[in-house]
């Protein structure tokens, strides 16, 4: 069972940036796409960014394009969040899908994704 954690939430003001990443524990993520979803407190649970396994594939929502930058190394997926703004406040989870085609394009529909981190918060003061 893939378990995933995130790391890297906090509080800061606006314009400034944080980077969150996310790791499994016993198992490489190599293999797997990685979405970035957050939930703001009374909304529905929204796709941001998301990575292929090769890292060749990313994409993000219109709201986040320029300021939000997905990455992978081996490790861990990677997510840096600059000129962050108040209504990028929320709880943010990383998610992984497993499909046979390594080299297709990322989804950011909820439904793609298996498996689910436990989420990091970000708060953006204005």
């Known amino acids: 069972q893939l378990q995933l954690a995130e790391s890297g939430g906090g509080l800061v003001q606006s314009g400034e940036s944080l980077s969150l990443s996310c790791s499994a524990s016993?198992?490489?993520?190599?293999?797997?796409?990685i979405g970035w979803f957050r939930q703001a407190p009374g909304k529905e649970r929204e796709g941001v960014s998301c990575?292929?396994?090769?890292?060749?594939s990313t994409n993000s929502v219109d709201p986040v394009k320029g300021r939000f930058t997905v990455s992978r190394d081996k490790n861990a997926v990677h997510l840096r969040m600059d000129d962050l703004k108040p209504e990028d406040t929320g709880l943010y989870y990383c998610?992984?899908?497993?499909?046979?085609?390594?080299?297709?394009?990322?989804?950011?529909?909820?439904?793609?994704?298996?498996?689910w981190g436990q989420g990091t918060q970000v708060t953006v003061a204005s």
């Open positions: 016993e198992i490489s993520l190599d293999t797997y796409y």
């Open positions: 998610a992984a899908a497993a499909r046979l085609d390594l080299y297709a394009m990322c989804d950011l529909r909820r439904r793609w994704y298996e498996y």
């Open positions: 990575i292929s396994p090769s890292g060749d």
